[in-house]
């Protein structure tokens, strides 16, 4: 393992957004979904992705608030973060990564349930159309399905 790794950068800037699925109590967002990976769903609506998903965003927080029936909180969209391997995307819980590897969202965490490691991710499969690219920077031991990395969004 390098001396000097990159680790994950906190000083970038989040944007308000809307949370959820769509409005509605049922579809609310509380703070146990903060660091879960999103996408961009509908008209300032960011929701959790779900596996094989190009990543747009992380949750950094959640208002104790509704706006027009929708949970409020931050998106944080550029930097870097820190991730559990998980894997190739065709077949999530086997292969390895490496530095250079452009990644999707791996096996989740079910809403309403929160994190107990970083949040997982698979090498991309196919790496064409990545329109939202984050890629591997730094690597916590050899790449495989477990250990821990940081990806930097690079697009």
Known sequence: MAKFQMKELIGTEPVTARLGSASGS???V??????????????SLYNLTAVGDQIEGFITAVEGYT????SIGSVN??????????GLQATPGTGTCAVGDYVVTGTVVAKGTALTVPPKVCK????TGMYFAWRIVSLEGSGAVGQYAVIERVS
């Open 30 to 43: 509380t703070d146990v979904e903060i660091g879960k990976p999103v996408k961009l769903i509908g008209d």
């Open 124 to 127: 991309a499969t196919t790496q």
């Open 26 to 28: 049922a579809n609310y």
């Open 77 to 86: 969209s550029q930097g870097r973060k820190r991730v559990t391997l998980d």
């Open 67 to 70: 706006a027009d029936d929708f």
